[in-house]
């Protein structure tokens, strides 16, 4: 079956680095998201991508972050300095449609990123 | 006033017992309700969805949406150890864009003992 699939599992850095977290949406998939959930809370909406574009971003999702699709299967999130709010799971998503055809999103199952 | 409410739990049912989880929200530009379901340290899994008020089943869960009153539940009936896991209700909106953004309940804790 096919899955979203996320590197790395776990990501240490100190406060001011820059990191990039990668996905690999599901292949025939055109929407990709990135979303994130800081230990105990809830899961929040960072970014939508599609047709390589940012369609929709979040308050969350200030100078600091960027999204890119490098080519056509991976898609990654940048922070260019990271704070120690930043500290939280990435999750990626995608989906194959947009409206009803695409409320199916598909999870990856995360980057913990830990900023010290 | 939060978009969407749900109580966190944690909720503790024995093994056969039925199982409610709600959510109410107040945006009503959200169009589609779904229901994910979490375990440690893992991504969402979606479990089920539906956009309009009624009832939806799939073999042990029933998914309900009450348009009016801004409010969804999750039943699981026969519950077993292995549905322990937190449940996410979460909300969406098309975007003028493209694609569909969630907006996520906290999510409600539930351990199924034996």
């Known amino acids: 079956e096919p899955e979203v699939t996320q590197t790395p599992s776990h990501q240490v850095t100190q406060m001011g680095q820059e990191v990039i977290l990668r996905c690999v949406p599901i292949?025939?998939?055109?929407?990709f998201y990135w979303y994130r959930q800081i230990l105990g809370q809830k899961v929040e909406f960072l970014v939508s991508f599609y047709n390589n574009e940012i369609s929709e971003k979040s308050e969350i999702f200030d100078d600091q972050f960027s999204v890119e699709r490098p080519d056509g299967s991976n898609f990654t999130l940048k922070i260019r300095s990271t704070k120690l709010e930043d500290s939280a799971m990435y999750f990626c998503?995608?989906?194959?449609?947009?409206?009803?055809?695409?409320?199916?999103?598909?999870f990856g199952p995360g980057t913990r990123l830990t900023v010290t | 006033q939060k978009e969407v409410e749900q109580d966190p739990g944690p909720l503790s049912v024995p093994e056969g017992a039925i199982v409610s989880l709600n959510c109410t929200y107040s945006?009503?530009?959200?169009?589609?309700f779904m229901w994910y379901r979490q375990y440690s340290r893992k991504g969402p899994e979606l479990l089920m969805y539906t956009y309009s008020s009624g009832n939806k089943e799939d073999g042990r869960f029933t998914a309900q949406v009450d348009k009016s009153s801004k409010y969804i539940s999750l039943f699981i009936r026969d519950s077993q150890p292995s549905d322990s896991a937190t449940y996410l209700c979460a909300m969406s909106e098309r975007l003028t864009g493209g694609g569909n953004k969630l907006t996520f309940g906290t999510g409600t804790q539930l351990k199924v003992e034996l």
């Open positions: 998503a995608s989906s194959e449609a947009s409206g009803l055809a695409g409320v199916e999103q598909y």
């Open positions: 292949s025939n998939h055109l929407y």
């Open positions: 945006n009503s530009a959200f169009q589609y």
